[in-house]
């Protein structure tokens, strides 16, 4: 059974499930561009699974951004899953690649992507540089929880970036969800001191925090983020519950760098994935799980409020592979029907 028929069987009547497919596959249309055009190469001119392509499509991999290490990888499980299935035909790799790619970032661990929640108040702390679209993240996020009944309060904890509390107020407003905000330039252990305390007397479900972007001095940042989760913790023991740290997909292996930084001052428990939509490298996907051991709990896939997905690595594979697989499993259809 293909690839994406084993997809499509495990959410067959889930339309929710359905749609955020589709999500994946509309997101990833400038990366699949990219590696469909180049493997759909790759299977024209080799119709024979030999050395030479498994060459060719290292170097497909390694210009999405997949990572090297995961590539090598990949490579390695996939020559001894040809040889193990005899394929020799180069129109049936991909389905191979696919569940390979799932199994690699899956790495045994179950559920690696959900979020963690407490019995009374979930704190999520949110980290980032400027620009990487961690606002507006925070907001989409908000937007999610309160659509699955959850009540939610945000905390402006980047009191250090011009504009920033308006912005945080400016999207609280739009989702319709309270935001607790001091003056620029004020403590920001104070702001989440504020915020923890209103969330305790409202009987709040979720508290997002946000905090400043800067990493010019990591020194200044690892202080900070210590002194917020030090009142943080202070006021719920074991919170917060989710550091969620937001990177712009756009910006590739620079990403990566951006998440090691900020994995040696704080507890990053999960990524958040900016911009997937609008990057060709939607490989960084795979490099950031496998590299730096993090799971990505989420996905921007467009503009829109409901595209910020969970993530899902059988859906993210195939909004990679969509077209390849689509017709894979025609061919497989075809050859069932005869």
Same mark, same amino acid.
């Given at each position: 059974m293909s690839f994406f028929k084993k997809l499509k069987d495990k959410f067959a009547g889930n339309q929710e499930a359905e749609q955020?497919? %589709?999500?994946?596959? %509309?997101?990833?249309?400038?990366?699949?561009?990219?590696?469909?055009?180049?493997?759909?190469d790759l299977v024209a001119r080799y119709r024979k699974v030999d050395e030479d392509f498994f060459e060719e499509l290292e170097e497909v991999l390694l210009q999405a951004d997949v990572g090297f290490e995961t590539v090598m990888e990949l490579m390695d499980q996939l020559r001894f899953e040809v040889q193990r299935k005899n394929v020799k035909d180069t129109s049936n790799v991909q389905s191979v690649i696919s569940e390979k790619l799932v199994e690699i970032y899956e790495a045994g661990e179950a559920e690696v992507n959900e979020l963690k929640f407490n019995d009374e108040l979930t704190v999520i702390l949110f980290?980032?540089?400027?620009?990487?679209?961690?606002?507006?993240?925070?907001?989409?996020?908000?937007?999610?929880?309160?659509n699955e009944g959850k009540s939610v309060l945000l905390a402006a904890g980047d009191t250090f970036r011009a504009g920033a509390i308006e912005q945080l107020d400016i999207w609280g407003k739009r989702v319709g969800v309270d935001v607790i905000k001091q003056s620029e330039g004020s403590d920001p252990a104070a702001v989440m001191y504020d915020a923890v305390r209103a969330a305790k007397?409202?009987?709040?479900?979720?508290?997002?925090?946000?905090?400043?972007?800067?990493?010019?001095?990591?020194?200044?940042?690892?202080? %900070?983020?210590?002194?917020?989760? !030090?009142?943080?913790?202070r006021e719920i023991p074991g919170a917060p519950h989710e550091v969620l740290l937001a990177l712009d997909a756009t910006t590739g292996q620079n990403a990566l760098i951006q998440a090691q930084t900020f994995k040696e001052v704080t507890n990053v428990t999960g990524i958040v994935l900016t911009k997937l939509d609008?990057?060709?490298?939607?490989?960084?996907?795979?490099?950031? !799980?496998?590299?730096?051991?993090?799971?990505?709990?989420?996905?921007?896939?467009?503009?829109?409020?409901?595209?910020?997905?969970?993530?899902?690595?059988?859906?993210?594979?195939?909004?990679?592979?969509? %077209?390849?697989l689509d017709k894979e499993e025609e061919l497989e259809n075809a050859e069932t029907d005869k």
């Amino acid at each position: 059974m293909s690839f994406f028929k084993k997809l499509k069987d495990k959410f067959a009547g889930n339309q929710e499930a359905e749609q955020s497919t %589709e999500k994946y596959k %509309e997101g990833l249309t400038k990366t699949r561009t990219g590696f469909t055009s180049k493997i759909n190469d790759l299977v024209a001119r080799y119709r024979k699974v030999d050395e030479d392509f498994f060459e060719e499509l290292e170097e497909v991999l390694l210009q999405a951004d997949v990572g090297f290490e995961t590539v090598m990888e990949l490579m390695d499980q996939l020559r001894f899953e040809v040889q193990r299935k005899n394929v020799k035909d180069t129109s049936n790799v991909q389905s191979v690649i696919s569940e390979k790619l799932v199994e690699i970032y899956e790495a045994g661990e179950a559920e690696v992507n959900e979020l963690k929640f407490n019995d009374e108040l979930t704190v999520i702390l949110f980290v980032g540089v400027n620009g990487v679209g961690k606002t507006t993240s925070i907001a989409k996020l908000a937007h999610r929880l309160k659509n699955e009944g959850k009540s939610v309060l945000l905390a402006a904890g980047d009191t250090f970036r011009a504009g920033a509390i308006e912005q945080l107020d400016i999207w609280g407003k739009r989702v319709g969800v309270d935001v607790i905000k001091q003056s620029e330039g004020s403590d920001p252990a104070a702001v989440m001191y504020d915020a923890v305390r209103a969330a305790k007397s409202r009987n709040v479900d979720v508290l997002i925090c946000d905090t400043a972007g800067r990493l010019q001095n990591k020194v200044n940042l690892m202080n %900070e983020l210590e002194k917020v989760h !030090r009142v943080i913790s202070r006021e719920i023991p074991g919170a917060p519950h989710e550091v969620l740290l937001a990177l712009d997909a756009t910006t590739g292996q620079n990403a990566l760098i951006q998440a090691q930084t900020f994995k040696e001052v704080t507890n990053v428990t999960g990524i958040v994935l900016t911009k997937l939509d609008g990057t060709a490298k939607g490989g960084i996907v795979l490099a950031i !799980r496998n590299k730096l051991k993090i799971p990505v709990k989420f996905v921007g896939l467009g503009e829109q409020m409901d595209d910020l997905q969970p993530f899902d690595a059988q859906k993210y594979v195939y909004g990679l592979f969509a %077209e390849g697989l689509d017709k894979e499993e025609e061919l497989e259809n075809a050859e069932t029907d005869k």
